[in-house]
């Protein structure tokens, strides 16, 4: 499972626009979100798993002026991951 802030515009494995992705077992996003990154600006972002509902979601904004990005897929983390793991 991963989360991407990918810029680079690469159309053979997603979208041609900078986004914010959620990967699975993957490189290709199963779901995101265009994104207009802002160069040099620093960014706030939160990364929640919600195990009732099994919803990962990914937000971005940016302060001051609070334009943001939001991402969400269901996945079951149980089915996709080991037992434990690493996250960073």
């Known amino acids: 499972v991963a989360v991407e802030f ?3 515009l690469n159309e ?11 990967d699975v077992n993957s490189i ?8 207009d990154f802002a160069n040099g600006q620093l ?14 979601t990914v937000s971005l904004n940016y302060p ?6 939001t991402v969400e897929t269901v996945v079951d983390l149980r089915e996709v991951l080991p037992e434990w793991v690493r996250i960073g």
Not at 28 to 35: E, L, Q
Not at 43 to 56: A, E, Q, R
């Open 43 to 56: 960014s706030n972002v939160d990364i929640n798993y919600y195990g009732d509902t099994k919803t990962l």
């Open 12 to 22: 053979e494995w997603d979208t041609d626009v900078p986004h914010i992705g959620i």
């Open 28 to 35: 290709t996003s199963i779901n995101s979100t265009s994104w």
């Open 6 to 8: 990918d810029t680079l």
């Open 64 to 69: 001051p002026n609070e334009t943001s990005y």
